[in-house]
């Protein structure tokens, strides 16, 4: 046996080891509270819509936001100690949040990482994951987190859909080893399910919202929506539910509805039964500028706080597909996406900025800077609009405005760091120099682009 001297000895070694193993196990850990850092001379836009301060100072200690200051008002006293970091002509914004994305249909962690560590180091720090196989999705948040990968945190939502929506060859992609229909992250619903449960089992895989997708009448998407925010957790719909109608999903109160053109159906008589059955939609309807029926849609948005989803982008690659070769028309085109989302921004309904697909593996700079370009050109807001659409807006969509999205006080310390100015140009948001997350920095000039091993089918 080991004497009292020995055992202290193996113990010492063993926590050294231990901490070693850990710092291996989580390079991108945030730093510990106490390690301060102040960001100084920066032009600060704050996220919160309202015009750039020049000369500020942010200040953060360990994961959060310490103080948000003129840099002329810094005292001797908060500099003692500190990391200064010195951005003299640049712009500095909080994280980037991509309200739209896809991570694991079908799973596959290699080629996630793989997006997810070129997302940090463009400066996304959080992504709404909008429905996929939850097993790899939890997984991939938890590496995140825990700094044990370079990525942006994730907010993601069970699915629940009508029956006959599982025939969808997607639906079985995310449910290997499962019946399509029955997993707790993508549940068939009927008049027969026991709502609390079916709630309490999404919820039970880490999920914070129920995604209603398709294929279910207006009475069971009103239950639904009431069952999740009972229990606490985010509803984030379709705009279209297939039957269900865009008014008829307004009215069952979900806190975000996704795709522009969805609210198009509306206008459609009768409109699609199912999802499987989009057609296109009603096109002359909309050619004498802003429809009333659309105005009052979008009015009641606004009376509920709910947040659209525009996806400009899906609407952009949709026209690209149906103007190549053998190319077929989709069931709406980025014009009228973009004109439906000017109508809504202009009659006040939030819009966030998400993607729902992403640019080739070979490209530098991830598809969230092509919807704010597309948001500042098809549905005409200006580029402070465009960023407010991805940081305050879209930590709302997740469900964590009190937590990010702004740069202030007692927020977690995301922050991203342009060399030109991105107000002048939204182009010039591909001008990033250093992303913070959680209070840990990710140099641009350190990022590894994707690789053919990855992501080997992608161009």
């Not at 790899?136 to 069970?158: K, V, W």
């Not at 026991?194 to 919820?203: H, I, Q, S, T």
């Not at 309904?349 to 080739?360: K, L, N, R």
């Not at 960023?387 to 977690?412: F, K």
């Amino acid at each position: 046996m080991l004497g009292a001297k020995a055992m202290r000895g193996a113990r010492i070694i063993l926590a050294v080891a231990g901490a070693v193993l850990l710092a291996a196990a989580a390079p991108f850990a945030p730093p510990d509270a106490g390690t301060r850092t102040i960001y100084r001379h920066a032009t600060l836009i704050d996220g919160t819509g309202a015009p750039p301060r020049p000369d500020m100072a942010v200040v953060t200690d360990g994961d959060r936001i310490e103080a948000v200051a003129a840099d002329a008002a810094l005292a001797p006293a908060q500099l003692q100690g500190a990391r200064i970091v010195d951005l003299t002509g640049r712009w500095l914004l909080p994280g980037l949040i991509d309200s739209h994305q896809h991570m694991a249909t079908p799973p596959d962690p290699v080629r996630a990482r793989a997006w997810l560590r070129r997302d940090i180091y463009s400066g996304i720090t959080a992504t709404r994951i909008m429905a996929d196989d939850l097993r790899s999705i939890a997984e991939l948040d938890r590496e995140a987190r825990t700094g044990e990968i370079a990525g942006p945190d994730l907010a993601f939502a069970a699915v629940m859909a009508g029956p006959s929506f599982f025939a969808d060859p997607r639906t079985h992609a995310i449910s290997a080893g499962w019946t399509p229909g029955e997993t707790p992250w993508a549940q068939s619903i009927d008049d027969s399910t026991d709502l609390r449960l079916a709630v309490a089992r999404a919820k039970g895989t880490g999920a914070t919202a129920i995604k209603i997708y398709a294929n279910l009448p207006a009475r069971l998407v009103r239950a639904i929506a009431a069952e999740a925010h009972r229990q606490g957790m985010r509803v984030w719909t379709h705009a279209m539910v297939f039957p269900a109608t865009p008014a008829e999903v307004i009215a069952a109160g979900p806190d975000t509805m996704s795709h522009s053109c969805y609210l198009a159906y509306q206008l459609s008589s009768p409109p699609p039964q199912s999802y499987q059955d989009r057609f296109p939609v009603d096109y002359p309807a909309f050619a004498h500028g802003d429809n009333p029926v659309m105005t009052r849609l979008f009015e009641e948005m606004r009376r509920r706080h709910i947040i659209l989803d525009a996806t400009l982008n899906v609407y952009a690659e949709a026209d690209r597909r149906a103007a190549a070769p053998g190319g077929r028309p989709y069931h709406c085109t980025l014009d009228l996406a973009g004109r439906l989302t000017d109508q809504a921004r202009r009659q006040g309904v939030e819009i966030s900025a998400g993607t729902d697909g992403d640019t080739p593996a070979t490209a530098a700079w991830p598809a969230l800077f092509d919807e704010l370009e597309l948001l500042v050109l098809r549905a005409g807001m200006t580029p402070l609009q465009a960023i407010h659409s991805a940081t305050q807006v879209g930590a709302q969509a997740m469900g964590e405005g009190d937590r990010r999205g702004t740069i202030q006080p007692g927020r977690i310390a995301d922050l991203v760091v342009l060399d030109r100015d991105p107000t002048a140009d939204i182009a010039n948001m591909r001008s990033v120099v250093l992303t913070v997350k959680h209070g840990r920095p990710f140099a641009r000039s350190d990022y590894v682009p994707i690789t053919a091993a990855e992501v080997p089918d992608d161009d």
